[in-house]
Every structure is written in structure tokens, then in C-alpha cells.
């Protein structure tokens, strides 16, 4: 078992247009925590599933091209689960899938996922 703080912010916004002009929608930033339990594969040391629950939070902006600006905080239960593909005891891959959040926004729903691949590097 472990717990495990993370950050992260996105590479750019999402529009949307309509009859009333052209809306932008960025998320600035996503903290979460996470309570970690992870279990190797039966055979093989080298592999191990986790599974991870928790709490984030994501700052978001929207902007219209008629000038209208809102901010928002919103907060939501987390969870996800992955793999951790170890080629040493010092390096590996994992490879994962999180849920942060599902809620609603000015007027319309709205998800934040995310599918990751990296690298481990034990010191």
C-alpha cells in the first residue's frame, strides 16, 4: 500500500462554436491524491496491478469571443488502476487509466480522464 500526491495541467484549451460566437475552455491545473494498492502478477515478479482511489481538484477557465471570462474550482472523488512493467529493481514502465472527475460546469457536463505511459526510476 502507498499514497501518492500528483499534479498536472493541460496543453491547451477546447472550443466550441455557436450562433453566439466561439467559446474556449481550458483546465489550468489538477491536483489529486491517491491511496496506492498494488499486488504482483501470480508468476512473475516483474509485473505488478495497482489500484488507486482518492481525491482531485481542477482550476478551469472558459473565455467567449464576445468577451465573457468565469473561473471554476471543483473538487470530486478520484480512482483509477494500472500496471507497472519492471525490466530491473531500479527501472520500469507503467502504463494506467484514471477518472478524475465527472460534474457539471456553466450550464453542461463535463469528464477529465487520463490514460498514461511512463517511466519509473527507483533511486
Do not use: C
Not at 494500472?82 to 502504463?95: C, M, N, R, T
Request: aromatic letters at 14%; hydrophobic letters at 35%.
Amino acid at each position: 500500500f502507498g499514497a501518492e500526491v500528483r499534479g498536472g495541467m493541460s496543453m491547451g484549451a477546447d472550443e466550441s462554436t455557436s450562433l453566439t460566437g466561439t467559446e474556449e475552455y481550458d483546465l489550468t491545473s489538477v491536483a489529486s491524491i491517491f491511496l496506492k494498492a498494488s499486488w504482483p502478477l501470480p508468476g512473475d515478479h516483474r509485473i505488478k496491478m495497482y489500484a488507486l482511489g482518492g481525491y482531485s481538484l481542477a482550476e478551469m477557465e472558459a473565455n467567449s469571443s464576445a468577451g465573457a471570462y468565469a473561473s471554476a474550482s471543483k473538487s470530486s472523488p478520484a480512482y483509477g488502476f494500472g500496471v507497472d512493467l519492471y525490466a530491473s529493481e531500479q527501472h520500469g514502465l507503467f502504463i494506467e487509466w484514471l477518472s478524475l472527475q465527472k460534474d457539471q460546469v456553466w450550464g453542461g457536463d463535463y469528464t477529465l480522464k487520463h490514460v498514461g505511459i511512463g517511466y519509473i526510476r527507483y533511486f
